[in-house]
């Protein structure tokens, strides 16, 4: 992040009004090639957020401030500036186009938990910073907020701001301290009361964007193999079982599906709140729980008792250990992992039976309604013994509505109830808000408009707190697309495949909008391609790869801007001529550059273009999967895909997408994966290195602890697991939809002791 320079920036509009600029991300090729008909308008972000971090005498803090975005400017206060007529900010500045944000996940500060955000400069990642909000939903939407700042400040470099200048004077520092006035330690902000007080206070992160949160339907952007079978009704919620893979798997899966009238982050809290006092108004079961180890910010473990007064067979106490692990997807939905675990802190304890939780999962989104009360679907999944199942089904015996399968089923309707009877639990703030004109003079405009250029927002962050940003995408995948006019209704997936028979492209028209079409096409064989993965010969071969079609893939059609409609994916465009596996001991960066890499060899220099995709895997020791896709005429400059090919790294980060489905494998690593479509440059860091004939993209999956979880989950079954991966540019505008598929793989039970060393 830089700090503000000796000139002032172009003076903000007034309240209500908003500056017009235009469509296109910001290092596009093309940007400034649009009218300013086609143009978006800027956004302000402001609202209450905690600041982390370690004073000069090593005490920790976490302070209640006020923070601003507008444009690329950003301001720290102590209170709302809003309220307060002229008060100045504690930190002020600019961000940079350098600037990441790392999402941390949950951390316990006293006796509350908060949603940290890691802020660092990537020339400097010493540089260093933190702030928390009390969700992870008003988290996710701080990183938009950043993402946005970022953008522009990437979009001034385009139109050709100096940007040595700024570097070498106003870098954003984050382990500096703000100047301050001295004082004494009587006025150091200490945290003795916990966070309890600050997380009354909402963050209430307000908006002057319109975000579109129409999320759509129950699937993802890959069909799935469950086949679910309504099989009954408990206390009002539906009750499924999966009978497409009943035969030889580990269990049975069953699942309750409920609307609970509450906003998904009041729903994710409860899920995995310990306060037994809230609990025991809605779970009958694991209602008393413990921290027992916190893994990292996305993974704990924790220990339950229960007494049996209602599921009576049981003749003594329970008490039982599991792990939890939870994640929140770029359309704002969340998925939660319980699996059984023992751990050494929690040997059997005398007097009660150690039990094992049914390995289950919840999953929880938004539903979008015309009305004003925020409605969620929560989805609860269970793994039961067939035996058990079977005999249940036979007998219609009432021994399931004794069992804990059952017990986790009712949480569903014991959410429903609770929220229910507490509407107040559940503010929804809307993210349109009206600010006076005095106000919004005082936001940004006369703290930055004449800042000196060492007064750095980095150290107004890390002094006594600290800060900086990278970002995510919006509250769902569609961002930055037009919202439909009132009357539109979003086409159901159900209807996606019919859609698709009027807007897809063919594999013909869509060589011509995206290659030269007047050159001859080069013959391309695999066979002349050797990775260290070998090509699969039948469907069971193990440790081998494939390049399946892309009709399983659902992407955006050409009317997608105005219904949200989407379309199954055509033949890819790009055809897969190898794959290598490498175990490294650290990260390794521009494989194509590699003497022995594939594309240095001859018969690859002879391809017009080759596009490899680096996926980093964090591991003891590291993997990389490389993928190489090859393009049998030049590809066009003006398309969309030459403009991604020769753009800037952050127009890249904005289009560079990952649609993943586990075809088959453990249902519980099927559900931490999913089937959403991923832009993976807003979800980790991609570096890009474009030279001669190719565009080498680096994965770092390392660089998000999100990601690293999932990985983490998905290394330990992978020799069990097929995969399939699309890759696509996604589509932000009319003349570019249709979008298509770019790539694809299918990875067979890819074995970690195959990979080679490099």
């Not at 909000?133 to 050709?160: I, M, N, S, V």
């Amino acid at each position: 992040m830089a700090a503000t320079t000796t000139q002032p920036p172009s003076p903000l509009p007034p309240a209500g009004e908003v500056i017009e600029v235009e469509n296109s991300e910001p290092g596009s090729p093309d940007a400034g090639s649009r009218s300013s008909g086609s143009g978006r308008s800027s956004s302000e972000y402001s609202g209450w957020v905690y600041h982390l971090g370690v004073n000069s005498i090593g005490h920790e803090y976490c302070h209640l401030r006020f923070l601003v975005i507008r444009g690329k400017c950003v301001a720290m206060y102590k209170r709302d500036p809003h309220d307060n007529p002229g008060l100045e900010p504690i930190r002020k500045g600019f961000v940079s186009h350098t600037l990441v944000v790392e999402e941390v996940g949950r951390k316990k500060v006293n006796h509350g938990d908060v949603y940290v955000l890691r802020l660092y400069s990537r020339l400097d990642q010493t540089k260093k910073g933190e702030i928390a909000c009390a969700t992870p939903g008003e988290a996710q939407k701080w990183t938009e907020a950043f993402e946005q700042a970022k953008q522009q400040a990437e979009y001034d470099l385009t139109r050709g701001a100096n940007w040595n200048r700024l570097q070498s004077e106003n870098e954003f520092n984050l382990d500096g301290h703000r100047r301050r006035v001295r004082r004494g330690l009587g006025k150091l902000v200490r945290i003795g009361k916990g966070p309890e007080m600050l997380l009354r206070q909402s963050s209430d992160l307000q908006s002057h964007e319109r975000v579109n949160t129409n999320f759509g339907g129950d699937t993802g952007d890959a069909l799935e193999a469950h086949e679910w079978r309504f099989v009954r009704t408990l206390n009002g919620i539906r009750i499924f079982e999966d009978i497409a893979n009943s035969k030889g798997g580990k269990g049975i899966l069953l699942r309750s599906i409920g609307v609970v009238g509450a906003n998904p982050d009041s729903v994710f809290e409860m899920v995995l709140s310990r306060d037994k006092h809230k609990r025991h108004e809605w779970d009958m079961l694991i209602s008393d729980l413990e921290l027992v180890e916190t893994i990292d910010g996305y993974c704990d473990v924790v220990y339950g008792t229960y007494e049996p007064k209602y599921l009576n067979w049981w003749k003594s106490k329970k008490d039982f250990v599991f792990s939890r692990q939870w994640f929140r997807g770029q359309d704002g939905a969340y998925n939660i992992l319980q699996s059984p675990a023992s751990h050494k802190q929690k040997p059997p304890r005398h007097g009660y039976e150690r039990t094992h939780i049914n390995p289950t999962t919840w999953e929880i989104k938004r539903l979008n309604t015309s009305e004003s009360t925020p409605k969620c679907i929560v989805t609860r999944m269970v793994e039961i013994s067939p035996s058990f199942w079977d005999r249940w089904r036979r007998r219609t015996s009432s021994n399931f509505e004794r069992s804990i399968p059952f017990a986790l089923l009712s949480q569903v309707a014991g959410l429903r109830e609770y929220f229910a009877a507490n509407p107040a639990i559940t503010p929804d703030f809307p993210s349109t808000v009206v600010k006076s004109k005095v106000s919004e003079s005082l936001i940004i405009q006369s703290e930055l408009e004449y800042s000196e250029p060492n007064d750095e927002f980095y150290d107004a962050l890390v002094r006594g707190e600290s800060f900086e940003g990278d970002s995510d995408d919006d509250d769902n995948d569609d961002d930055d697309v037009t919202t439909p006019k009132a009357g539109k209704v979003k086409l159901k997936n159900v209807s996606w495949a019919i859609a698709g028979l009027a807007m897809k492209r063919t594999k013909a028209s869509l060589e011509r909008s995206e290659l030269v079409t007047n050159s001859i096409p080069i013959a391309i064989d695999t066979s002349h391609f050797h990775g260290t993965v070998r090509q699969a010969k039948s469907e069971d071969d193990p440790n081998s790869w494939s390049s399946p079609g892309g009709e399983k893939f659902m992407i955006r059609g050409k009317t997608y801007l105005t219904d949200y409609a989407k379309i199954a994916g055509g033949d890819p465009l790009l055809k897969l001529i190898a794959v290598d596996w490498f175990k490294v001991n650290e990260r390794f960066d521009s494989v194509a550059l590699h003497p022995k890499s594939l594309v240095q060899s001859e018969a690859a220099k002879k391809i017009p273009f080759i596009l490899v995709v680096n996926l980093q895997v964090p591991a003891k020791p590291n993997y990389n999967l490389v993928m190489y896709y090859a393009a049998e005429k030049p590809v066009n400059k003006d398309s969309l895909l030459g403009r991604f090919i020769d753009g800037t790294d952050a127009f890249r980060d904005a289009r560079f997408k990952l649609i993943p489905s586990i075809v088959e494998g453990y249902w519980m690593v099927k559900r931490a994966v999913g089937t959403r479509a991923c832009l993976l440059g807003k979800a980790v860091t991609c570096n890009y290195l474009r030279q001669d004939n190719f565009l080498e993209i680096d994965v770092d999956i390392g660089s998000s602890s999100v990601a690293r979880s999932i990985i983490g989950l998905v290394l330990g079954y992978v020799t069990s697991i097929v995969v399939d991966l699309a890759i696509l540019v996604e589509a932000k505008e009319e003349k570019e939809l249709p979008e298509y598929i770019l790539g694809t793989v299918r990875l067979n039970r890819v074995n970690p002791e195959a990979a080679v060393p490099i």
